[in-house]
């Protein structure tokens, strides 16, 4: 009617999110664990790596054998502290999602994601890591089949994560084989090492992750 104050625009109804997927501690070491092992045997560090870097691994490594998935996961935050270093050699796409993030200053309404709500937050997030994480695993098996390894079958398990990703969304059968690309990749590639080079003569046994 004339003269009355301007309403708002009605909002639209928000589209239910689904929930993100829980994950263990065992899985989050493994998931970051498998491809640091793979950064840092890429042919950039010329086969031998810094003790710097080298370290947090090894102690990584060592917790995640024996199930010490706290202690894991604190050593892998400081090997992506170590990464984000400019002293070291650029790490290639998409093992550079392995460094800790830095943003840069940014206003909060300046953020695409500042409008969202906080369900739709942390679907975003979720898709994005689930996205690196496939990225990683197809990069990591692409590195182990170029220097020798037998990845035929990772990599048909990379594609079936793939697919499922496009099609099905995030879900646990999609997790399942990146996961099992890990397990795989920690099997058969072994640890880097500044000693030896090429690397230690085997890996060290990795536990499966426990089922969230």
């Known amino acids: ?24 501690p065992a899985q989050q070491a493994l998931r970051r664990l498998a491809p640091s092992r793979v950064a ?11 003790p710097e870097l080298l ?23 400081l090997l992506s502290v170590r990464l984000a270093e400019p002293r070291w050699p650029t790490l ?26 906080p369900a739709e937050r942390e ?22 089949a ?17 697919a499922i990703l496009g099609t099905e969304g995030l879900t646990t059968g999609f997790y399942e084989r990146v996961d099992g690309v890990w397990q795989g990749l920690l099997a058969r590639v072994p640890p880097p090492s500044s000693s030896t080079g090429p690397g230690r003569s085997a890996a060290a046994p990795a536990p499966a992750p426990e089922e969230a």
Do not use: C, Y
Request: no cysteine.
């Open 123 to 144: 679907a975003k997030r979720a898709r994005r890591t689930a996205e690196g994480q496939l990225a990683l695993a197809a990069a990591s098996v692409g590195w182990a």
């Open 1 to 24: 009617m004339p003269g009355a104050p301007n309403r708002p625009p009605e909002k639209e109804p928000e589209a239910p999110v689904a929930p993100p997927l829980p994950v263990s």
């Open 40 to 50: 840092l045997r890429l042919d950039a560090w010329k086969g031998s790596p810094s």
């Open 146 to 162: 170029s220097h020798g390894l037998e990845t035929a079958d990772l990599a048909r398990t990379v594609e079936e994560a793939r």
């Open 55 to 77: 370290g947090p691994l090894d102690r990584a490594e060592a917790a995640f054998a024996s199930g010490d998935f706290a202690t894991a996961l604190t050593a892998l935050d």
């Open 92 to 117: 290639p796409e998409p093992f550079r999602q392995l460094r800790v993030p830095i943003p840069a200053p940014m206003p909060p309404h300046w953020n695409p994601e500042h409008a969202l709500s």
